[in-house]
């Protein structure tokens, strides 16, 4: 079986401020400092890229700074949105693309996702895809045929060598930021299946060398039984990354499931 190394990301979605970016980075550069065997990354809003950037170098931080979206194109008459020559120049180098809140909030569709996602593996970025069923879909008994379709449709176009830089985040839409978590073997089935779509998409090689995320109120408290199963492999955090001591928590959680692995 291929060893992969947990991946942990921190998606902040429209929170903090210039004072609490900057305090929440300190915080979680000091608590990370000795936790390895897990890649982390966070994500703060645009306006604090910047910003906590610059925290992360001056701590000789390994935390990696992410972006939560992106647009596709690298520049132009594109109001509102940011470029990936934007985020490179801020020293992103991980992007969030197709978090259940882009696509039911805001309305975004596979094939955006695919072109942005695609955008991102050219530049040479990491790509956090995130896919999830909904509550109703979930009820329907499509909970793996929505994550299928989510894929094939996301990760049309992708190659191989363009998938080493890809990380699934799993996200049940009606987990995310409800307090109600997937079971760790509901999760577990639902990470296997994605990784069989993976090996149809590429191959079997490729698929067992993807990191596949779990997302959706993981907690301290839950973290470790989710991230002990052998098709999850850390997870896409929302809440709990706001708060440092929680957030690291759940890093060495992740880190302690590679240990027991
Ligand atoms: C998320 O935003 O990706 C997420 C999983 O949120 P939460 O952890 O708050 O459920």
């Known amino acids: 079986m ?3 190394t947990p991946i942990v990301g921190g998606n902040w979605k429209m929170n903090t401020n210039h004072r609490t970016a900057a305090e929440l980075t300190r915080e979680l550069a000091g608590g990370l400092e000795r936790v390895g065997g897990v890649d982390v990354f966070i994500a703060p809003p645009f306006p604090y890229l910047l910003l906590v950037g610059a925290i992360l170098r001056e701590r000789g931080s390994r935390v990696v700074l992410a972006a939560q979206d ?4 690298p520049d132009g008459a ?3 949105e ?3 020559p934007m985020l490179q120049d801020c020293h992103v180098r991980s992007v969030i693309v197709g978090h259940s809140e882009r696509r039911h909030v805001l309305g975004e569709h596979n094939e955006t996702i695919n072109r942005k996602l695609r955008a991102v593996l050219d530049a040479g970025l990491q790509g956090v895809l995130c896919v999830g069923e909904t509550l109703a879909q979930r009820e329907a008994g499509r909970t793996d045929d929505v994550n299928r379709m989510q894929l094939q449709e996301c990760l049309a176009g992708i190659d191989a060598e363009h998938a080493e830089r890809l990380v699934v985040a799993y996200e049940p839409v009606w987990a995310i930021g409800t307090g109600r978590t997937a079971t760790p073997e509901d999760a577990q089935n639902a990470h296997h299946k994605i990784r069989g779509v993976l ?8 698929a067992s060398r993807i990191r596949v995320q779990y997302g959706g109120s993981v907690k301290g408290s839950n973290a470790l039984g989710l991230f002990a199963q052998g098709d999850v492999d850390g997870g896409l955090i929302g809440g709990a990354s706001l708060k440092s001591a929680e957030f690291v928590q ?4 992740a880190a302690q499931s590679a240990r027991g692995a």
């Open 82 to 84: 940011v470029s990936i």
């Open 199 to 206: 090996s149809g998409l590429f191959d079997e090689h490729v």
């Open 2 to 4: 291929t060893q992969r």
């Open 78 to 80: 594109f109001t509102g």
């Open 70 to 73: 992106v647009y596709f194109e």
């Open 250 to 253: 759940i890093c060495q959680a």
